[in-house]
């Protein structure tokens, strides 16, 4: 028996090589381990020269079976959208913050809607979609600056834009341009200034002091709960994370009150948000709307309302947001756009 054969029985599950592979695997072995010069008194081989030349076969045909077997695919490992929100929150909190003394942010608000207007004494209905520019700043004195400035109003389908060309594209309003006496306005949220909800209106000391951790921003939040003055408790609870992740609150608070509003009732993480107006990405959904977040940032992108077949009607985007040392100025003519908290 030689030493293949050796291999041969020692390894029976072992897939035969081929003629090339044994010729190669031969000549690296006898190249690999000369055989010593024989003695004249005696000739006879050493014991050991044929078990050196057995283990350095095997190691050679293992090592070609090992190449010639194809490895197992890797399975990619599942992430749920709760564990995408979990890892955009942690992202969020570790983001640091621009340093200022004013906190400004800037959201379009886009709607879709019927609207009318009147065409050689016919009135015609088309689907319009109106823009506007809401800002909302606060100041290190306890200024409050909040106006509201149409944008534009334009046809959204098809139909609807063919009509209106026809018609010879006649003004829409609201819109730039179409009130010259007020041009912009004071926005709802300046008399809301920094209230979370009903009952819960902190200093700007006291939201950037709020916890950086899920429960214990429940608990500190629940704190100023009513109930003789407010709605239910979840309800409510809700409604103040949901004030808080739009707001000058840190990072830290309001990475905790995404994971606080996962686990409230009537919401759920949903992932690969379709925008229609392109806020796309991951989102807290509840009974008519998101609130979308940014999965690879953490930051977030704005709200979208949803019709009860789940179509995107309305949106809130935000266009700019942070701390900066720039004192927001009103449009002119614009009346009940500052005020103090």
């Known amino acids: 028996m030689n ?20 010729a190669a695997a031969r000549a690296r072995v006898f190249a690999a381990a000369p055989i ?15 078990m050196a030349l057995v283990a350095a076969a095997v190691a050679l045909v293992v090592g070609a079976v090992t190449v010639l077997v194809p490895r197992p695919a890797v399975q990619p490992v599942a992430v749920t959208p709760m564990q995408k929100l979990e890892a955009a929150a942690a992202k969020l909190a570790a983001t ?17 809607t019927k609207d009318e207007y009147n065409y050689k004494a016919e009135v015609r209905a088309i ?7 809401e800002v909302l700043a606060f100041g290190p ?12 109003s334009k046809p959204y389908t098809a139909e609807s834009l063919k009509t209106w060309r026809r018609d010879g594209s006649p003004k829409l309003c609201p819109a730039r ?40 921003l429940r608990a500190r939040l629940l704190s100023s709960y009513d109930p003789q003055g407010a709605d239910e408790r979840e309800p409510w609870l809700a409604g103040a994370a949901r004030q808080l992740i739009n707001s000058p609150a840190t990072p830290g608070t309001r990475a905790a009150a995404y994971l606080l509003l996962a686990k409230a009732p009537g919401f759920k993480v949903v992932d690969e948000v379709p925008g229609t107006f392109g806020l796309n990405g991951l989102a807290l959904q509840y009974q008519g709307g998101q609130l979308v977040i940014d999965s690879r940032s ?22 700019k947001v942070g701390w900066s040392d720039v004192r927001p100025v009103a449009p002119p003519k614009c009346r009940g756009c500052t005020g103090r908290l």
């Open 3 to 22: 030493e293949f054969q050796v291999i041969d029985s020692l390894m029976p599950d072992t897939p035969t090589p081929s003629a090339g592979q044994l």
């Open 36 to 50: 010593p010069p024989a003695s004249r008194a005696r000739v006879r081989r050493r014991p050991w020269t044929g």
């Open 96 to 112: 640091p913050e621009a340093k200022g003394r004013f906190w400004r942010r800037d959201i379009e608000d886009v709607m879709r």
């Open 127 to 133: 689907q319009v979609e109106t823009r506007a520019m």
């Open 141 to 152: 004195n306890r200024e409050v600056y909040g106006w509201r400035e149409p944008m534009s």
């Open 177 to 216: 341009g179409c009130d010259k006496n007020m041009p912009a306005y004071g926005s709802v949220y300046l008399d809301q200034g920094l209230e979370l909800a009903d009952g819960l209106k902190p200093t700007m000391t006291e939201l950037r002091d709020l916890p950086k951790e899920p429960a214990a």
């Open 298 to 319: 953490g930051q977030f992108l704005g709200t979208q309302g949803l019709s009860p077949e789940g179509v995107a009607w309305d949106a809130r985007i935000i266009r």
